[in-house]
Structure formats: C-alpha cells, structure tokens
C-alpha cells in the first residue's frame, strides 16, 4: 500500500472512530457496561436454555483459510467474540460446530456452523443466516448466537441452514469496533451489483458526503469478507439469506418472493437498494430472497420474548417461500410438529 493510501486510510479511520463515538450504545465485556433488564433476562434465560458470475476463487485465498486452520482453532475465535459481548456465553463456543471458513483482512477466522439435512426428511431449501456484517451492531451477532442456541437444540432439519454469526470479525474485535473492517471498508457496499464503479462512488460522495463509515472500497469485491461471502453464496446456493443489522428497528427486503409484512415486533419498511449491498446484489441481481432484520438498538439485545418472536416468525416465512418442494410429505407427528413450531 502505497503511502498516501495509508495516510488517507488512516484518515478515514479516525473519522470513523469520532463517527461511532456518539452513535453507539455499548455493551461489550470490556467495557464493563451492564446490558438492561431486557438482555439480563435473556442472559439468564439463555443459561437455563440448553450464480454470481465474478467472484474470485485465488488458490491463494484457499491457502491462506488453510494456514490460519492451521494456525487458530475456530473455539478460539468464538471465545475472542464471547469475551467482547455480554450476550454470548461460554458455553456457546464449547458447545462446538463453529468452524473456520474464511479470513478477514488482518487474518482473524470467520466462523461458520452448519446445520445439515437429517436423514429422514429432504430439507424445504438452504438459508444462509449472516451476522455483524457491520462490526459495531453488536445485537446482529448476540442474537445469531441466540437462534443458534435453538438450533442447537431443535433442528429438526426443516431448513439446511449455514450460520454466520460474525461476518466482519476485525470490525468487532478491535479495542474500538467499527463498522467497516480493517481496511476501513463497509463491506455492505462492496459487493459487485452492476455499474458499481460509477454507482457506489457517486453514491457515497453525493448521498453520504463521503462518509467514512459508507466507504465502499476501491473496487467491487476488494475485501477478503465479501470476497469470502460471495463464494460461499455462489457454492452453497441458498435459497434465502436473513441478514442480520442494527438499529433502524424494521425489516428490509429484496429479491423474489413476498416480503414478510413483519417478524416479531419488527415491520416491513423497504428502504430501497444501495449500489454495492448485499441485498442488491443477491436479491436484485442473483434472485436470492435476502430479509434484512435491523434490529431497534445495536448495543441492547431485543427481549427474550422478541428474539423468539422473530425467530418463529421468520421460520414461518421460510416455510412458506422455499422453493423446494418436499418430496416426501411431512410425517410430522405431535413430537416433530411442536419441534418445529420453535425451530
Ligand atoms: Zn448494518
């Protein structure tokens, strides 16, 4: 990186920091901040609760997955997060399955936990569920760690699911989290959604006077974490993706199918799309369905009644909108019908 770069980056960074000062409520371990009464009973709770067509595919990038496996074990990783928010629990890496799948830029492993078909149904189609994708909205990666905590307990293999609690892991784990990641990029607006040269740059001078936290990088998938997520979307091929932000407190959709009119407590409000976003690009462009949840605060956890409310009525939507068709009638029964109604 050439010099001027780096003072530019740098730049950027500290704006980004003085940026997030004000607008953050926080509720990470290091700062010793107690989450309120809602969280603290989700604490408690919790503890009785037992075809894209440029993505890149670098045999370096490969390497350097294999390296870091090599290097960091994925508990490692989930205990750094666990560490820093108040609303993931021990117990939530040692129950294991977080595995790594890729690398940030500063070389910190990105988690993924798989919830595979069972053999005795075909699953109704693959979600992908994605989490911090921006590093300060702590509630968009506690509460993956939440849903998975259901998972965990009830996946009944309705759905494959692949869960990403953490998508931007430098953002979230520098002594300030920020949300872009370490080269100071929003990476919900790098990724490749068409004319993104002229696009994102007008969009980010014009609309946004350059502010330091929408950077959307030099060029269309320039970072690692969008890099890496758009290969996983491109292999796994889900058939809906629920991304999860903070703290606009609504529901944003894009992509086929019919948006849910609301999940839990939160309510449709469509905000339109953004040149380099997730949702343009694979909803608009790869016809995925993506539901973005924003969460109402990015440092308070929804109450525990909200995070299942949600979580029921997204499975719900789910149900109704895979394209699969179940090749073998549901047998449910009493037992796997209940299981389903809370997974
Ligand atoms: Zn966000």
């Given at each position: 990186m050439s010099t001027s770069k780096q003072i530019i980056l740098t730049s950027l960074l500290l704006f980004a920091g003085i940026a997030c000062a004000d607008s953050n409520i926080d509720t990470t371990k290091e700062d010793t901040i107690t989450e309120d009464g809602a969280a603290s009973q989700v604490a408690l709770t919790a503890a009785l609760e037992s075809s894209s067509p440029t993505v890149p595919t670098s045999p370096v990038e490969e390497e350097t997955v294999k390296q870091i496996q090599a290097k960091y074990s994925s508990a490692e990783t989930c205990t750094k997060i666990e560490r820093k928010l108040g609303s993931v629990y021990p117990k939530d890496c040692e129950i294991g399955g977080l595995e790594i799948s890729g690398v940030s830029v500063k070389g910190t492993p990105i988690l993924v936990k798989e919830y595979p078909p069972v053999s005795s149904r075909k699953p109704l189609g693959r979600v992908l569920l994605v989490g911090?994708?921006?590093?300060?909205?702590y509630s968009s990666v506690s509460i993956v760690f939440a849903w998975m905590r259901k998972l965990n307990q009830?996946?009944?293999?309705?759905f494959h699911w692949k869960v990403v609690p953490l998508m931007n892991p430098d953002g979230l784990l520098r002594n300030k989290a920020q949300r872009m990641n370490d080269n100071g990029v929003d990476l919900n607006r790098n990724f490749p959604t068409p004319n993104w040269e002229t696009e994102s740059q007008k969009y980010w001078v014009?609309?946004?006077?350059?502010?330091p936290r929408r950077y959307p990088g030099p060029t269309p998938l320039s970072e690692p974490e969008s890099q890496w997520l758009a290969k996983l979307i491109k292999e796994f091929k889900p058939d809906a993706i629920v991304a999860v932000h903070a703290p606009y407190g609504i529901l944003d959709f894009d992509g086929p199918r019919t948006a849910p009119k609301r999940l839990g407590h939160l309510h449709l409000n469509l905000l339109g799309t953004y040149p380099g976003s997730l949702g343009n690009y694979a909803g608009v462009q790869n016809k995925i369905p993506v539901v973005t949840i924003e969460l109402p605060y990015a440092g308070i956890m929804p109450t525990r009644e909200q995070v299942s409310s949600i979580w029921v009525d997204m499975v719900g939507w789910l149900k109704k909108n895979m394209h699969t068709i179940p090749q073998e009638a549901s047998q449910g029964g009493s037992v796997e019908s209940r299981v389903d109604a809370t997974s």
């Amino acid at each position: 990186m050439s010099t001027s770069k780096q003072i530019i980056l740098t730049s950027l960074l500290l704006f980004a920091g003085i940026a997030c000062a004000d607008s953050n409520i926080d509720t990470t371990k290091e700062d010793t901040i107690t989450e309120d009464g809602a969280a603290s009973q989700v604490a408690l709770t919790a503890a009785l609760e037992s075809s894209s067509p440029t993505v890149p595919t670098s045999p370096v990038e490969e390497e350097t997955v294999k390296q870091i496996q090599a290097k960091y074990s994925s508990a490692e990783t989930c205990t750094k997060i666990e560490r820093k928010l108040g609303s993931v629990y021990p117990k939530d890496c040692e129950i294991g399955g977080l595995e790594i799948s890729g690398v940030s830029v500063k070389g910190t492993p990105i988690l993924v936990k798989e919830y595979p078909p069972v053999s005795s149904r075909k699953p109704l189609g693959r979600v992908l569920l994605v989490g911090g994708i921006h590093g300060d909205e702590y509630s968009s990666v506690s509460i993956v760690f939440a849903w998975m905590r259901k998972l965990n307990q009830f996946h009944s293999g309705m759905f494959h699911w692949k869960v990403v609690p953490l998508m931007n892991p430098d953002g979230l784990l520098r002594n300030k989290a920020q949300r872009m990641n370490d080269n100071g990029v929003d990476l919900n607006r790098n990724f490749p959604t068409p004319n993104w040269e002229t696009e994102s740059q007008k969009y980010w001078v014009e609309r946004t006077k350059s502010n330091p936290r929408r950077y959307p990088g030099p060029t269309p998938l320039s970072e690692p974490e969008s890099q890496w997520l758009a290969k996983l979307i491109k292999e796994f091929k889900p058939d809906a993706i629920v991304a999860v932000h903070a703290p606009y407190g609504i529901l944003d959709f894009d992509g086929p199918r019919t948006a849910p009119k609301r999940l839990g407590h939160l309510h449709l409000n469509l905000l339109g799309t953004y040149p380099g976003s997730l949702g343009n690009y694979a909803g608009v462009q790869n016809k995925i369905p993506v539901v973005t949840i924003e969460l109402p605060y990015a440092g308070i956890m929804p109450t525990r009644e909200q995070v299942s409310s949600i979580w029921v009525d997204m499975v719900g939507w789910l149900k109704k909108n895979m394209h699969t068709i179940p090749q073998e009638a549901s047998q449910g029964g009493s037992v796997e019908s209940r299981v389903d109604a809370t997974s």
